[in-house]
């Protein structure tokens, strides 16, 4: 069965550190690749995909992904983090024979120190 | 544009009761989604409708839960009777069709079974 893996449950920054959130997941086919965001109390938004193309995808709030086909991973990263990224931070995955069915990662909660 | 509206956003119930969530898709969303987010986890797919066929009900309790969107617009999740285990949040998502898109989440219905 296709899964998602998140490494960090819990990640603590001050602001201006550098984020790198780890995602890999589990399946040999063609897949489309998402992160999606919680701010609390907010619903899920999108930050960024990646279908095919350029493998490092750029999203909102200067977030970027890449997809390293090798290592079944995509990890999310930004090179200094604000006090307002303080959020859960989910990696979805999609397999193109499934519709659009998105599996889940269990998600990340980051907390950025003024 | 109005995104997907969720009611109601907060439901305390006992367990063996019945209870009912709605949703309502941006306007001309042919998909819509059923998630199940428990607390510490990722959403979980219970149900993809297109239009108002099934086209994924795989991991639907169908013992308890069921779903319909009779006429391919809102839709609405049922409950019956619910254990404390299905305390969660209900996510209702939409997308333009099938297939490789973006999907659109609202803001959830929290469910507390006591």
């Known amino acids: 069965a296709q899964s998602v893996s998140q490494h960090n449950h819990h990640v603590i920054l001050s602001e201006a550190a550098s984020l790198e959130l780890g995602c890999n997941y589990s399946?040999?086919?063609?897949?489309?690749l998402f992160w999606y965001v919680q701010y609390p109390g907010q619903h899920l938004q999108l930050l960024l995909k990646?279908?095919?193309?350029?493998?490092l995808v750029k999203g909102i709030k200067g977030f970027e992904a890449e997809f390293i086909k090798s290592k079944f991973s995509f990890n999310l990263r930004k090179p200094s983090v604000q006090w307002s990224d303080t959020a859960e931070y989910f990696c979805?995955?999609?397999?193109?024979?499934?519709?659009?069915?998105?599996?889940f990662g269990q998600g990340t909660e980051l907390s950025v120190k003024p | 544009e109005a995104g997907v509206a969720q009611s109601p956003r907060y439901k305390i119930i006992e367990k063996r009761q019945s209870v009912a969530f709605w949703c309502n898709p941006i306007?001309?969303?042919?998909?819509l989604y059923w998630y199940q987010q428990i607390l510490g986890q990722g959403p979980k797919l219970l149900i993809q409708?297109?239009?108002?066929?099934?086209?994924?009900d795989s991991q639907l309790p169908k013992d308890r839960f069921s779903a319909e969107r009779l006429k391919g617009v809102d839709s609405t999740l049922k409950i019956q009777p619910a254990k404390l285990e299905d305390s969660a949040v209900y996510l209702c998502?939409?997308?333009f069709g099938t297939g490789v898109r973006t999907i659109y989440f609202g803001e959830g219905s929290w469910l507390t079974v006591v």
């Open positions: 306007s001309g969303h042919a998909t």
């Open positions: 979805a995955v999609n397999a193109n024979n499934q519709g659009g069915k998105l599996i």
């Open positions: 990646y279908f095919s193309g350029d493998p």
């Open positions: 399946y040999g086919g063609t897949v489309n």
């Open positions: 409708f297109q239009n108002n066929g099934v086209v994924d």
């Open positions: 998502a939409s997308s």
